[in-house]
């Protein structure tokens, strides 16, 4: 458990609208830097990649693979213009959002309506499915038929969880409106508007430059940036001291304190992942854009005083973290779980 109770946290943070103002600003400048600092890398690799094919796939792949990571920040660029938060014309977002969901093969509208959503409920117990990934509360699991067990058991597995599960999600979850929100309706229109651009944009490169050549370079930069994404979002909720309440009880402050994880990374890699490691800062004020962030943490030290720290390296055990226990309010292992249901633990 936090050596900080919950009122200790609120009540340290209960200025956090009105310090944050200064960093929900949109900057042009860096907005712009920032987009060439991304793209410009994207396609020299790109075209690096194409000319590799003639030397070694192994080459081309580890091209692939720095190349994902600046899809990864593509995609925060994306992220932060569907939060309306990139640049201050709107119209500026709406664009750019759209050129970078045919980079990602994540679409602009819909992704960021549910993407909302999750931050406005992230640890509500109710709606853990929409914008997070499922997970069960040991008495769910407890009082689950076999078959549900296993069915969950086999979903929480390593290579389905971050090596198959992202490649679903790319191609079904975000093809399809599969979540039903408020104006749906209209975001599947802009749905299948992307769903078409996409497949004309892969057409095009298909028939330039040979289905074989295209493939083996944009596959491999789609396969990395979904595990990459996935293991990202993962490592910031799917902590063992994380938040998660049933809605009575939920509360939006420890949600993004409690709930969030800080990723404490090298500053190449906050380069390359467009700093969403500071992902409690994020949750607390959304408006804040991504080349603020870092500049919001070094400002004000006591956010990261109340929030889940990790490294890298620490991080890799939270993939074995599988139930969330109400009682100890804490993500814990199907071993442990077995343990305790066996009274050794």
């Known amino acids: 458990m936090s050596i900080y109770s919950d009122q200790e946290i609120k009540a340290a943070l209960a200025d956090w609208p009105q310090r944050f103002k200064t960093y929900a600003q949109a900057n042009h400048r860096k907005a712009i830097w920032q987009l060439v600092t991304t793209f410009v890398p994207f396609v020299a690799l790109w075209v690096l990649m194409y000319y590799s ?7 081309t792949l580890g091209l692939g693979l720095v190349n994902a990571f600046f899809t990864v920040r593509i995609f925060i660029i994306q992220h932060d213009c569907g939060h309306r938060s990139y640049f201050k014309d709107q119209r500026w977002n709406r664009f750019v959002g759209w050129v970078c969901s045919l980079f990602t093969f994540i679409p602009y509208n819909y992704w960021s309506q549910v993407h909302d959503f999750h931050h406005g409920h992230s640890g509500q117990l109710e709606v853990r499915d929409i914008g997070d990934i499922q997970t069960m509360t040991v008495q769910e699991y407890r009082e689950a038929t076999p078959r549900q067990r296993l069915g969950y058991r086999i979903f929480r597995m390593p290579i389905i969880t971050f090596v198959i599960g992202p490649v679903v999600y790319l191609l079904r979850n975000n093809r399809f409106t599969l979540v039903k929100l408020q104006g749906w309706q209209r975001n599947q229109k802009w749905l299948r508007l992307n769903n078409f651009l996409l497949l004309a944009a892969y057409v095009l490169g298909g028939v330039l430059l040979g289905w074989k050549n295209f493939l083996l370079i944009q596959a491999p930069i789609v396969f990395f940036f979904a595990i990459i994404a996935v293991w990202f979002f993962y490592v910031q909720h799917q902590h063992e001291m994380a938040y998660k309440q049933w809605r009575d009880n939920w509360d939006y ?13 090298p500053k190449w890699l906050h380069f390359l992942t467009g700093n969403i490691g500071y992902h409690h800062i994020h949750h607390l004020n959304s408006k804040i854009p991504s080349y603020n962030l870092v500049r919001c943490a070094q400002e004000n030290p006591d956010l990261q005083k109340y929030v889940t720290s990790v490294t890298f390296w620490e991080s890799l055990q939270f993939m074995f973290h599988k139930l969330w226990d109400e009682q100890t309010e804490r993500m814990i292992t199907f071993r442990e779980f077995y343990l305790r249901e066996r009274g050794l633990a």
Do not use: P
């Open 253 to 265: 402050l420890l949600s993004a304190i409690r709930g969030s994880s800080y990723y404490q990374l």
């Open 53 to 59: 094919l003639s030397w070694s796939y192994w080459i």
